[in-house]
């Protein structure tokens, strides 16, 4: 009887081992796809950043250059006919 229940015993701890080896094993497995998942989205978050700056710029560059065509003091000035320029010294 004592036997026996040392047997069973040792095959319960056995196997409570065994579960909690493959729980963590699950468990760091999951943890280590979070982790690659995190780092490509934070690539991808800096190459959307980079995109958007550039794409900011372009519109303030072509924004700028609407409105210098579009002002009406620039519209009236009138291309020189002589043009002279200054001599360096």
Do not use: C, W
């Not at 056995?14 to 998942?37: C, D, E, P, S, W």
């Amino acid at each position: 009887m004592v036997e026996q229940s040392t047997l069973l015993l040792l095959i319960v701890i056995g196997v409570l081992i065994l579960v909690l080896a493959f729980f963590i094993l699950f468990h760091q497995n999951a943890n280590a796809t979070k982790g690659y998942q995190l780092r490509t989205l934070e690539r991808e978050r800096s190459q959307l950043l980079l995109e958007e700056e550039v794409l900011k710029m372009e519109i303030a560059e072509s924004q700028a250059l609407e409105q210098l065509q579009q002002d009406k003091r620039i519209r009236l000035m009138v291309a020189p006919r002589v043009t002279e320029y200054a001599e360096e010294q």
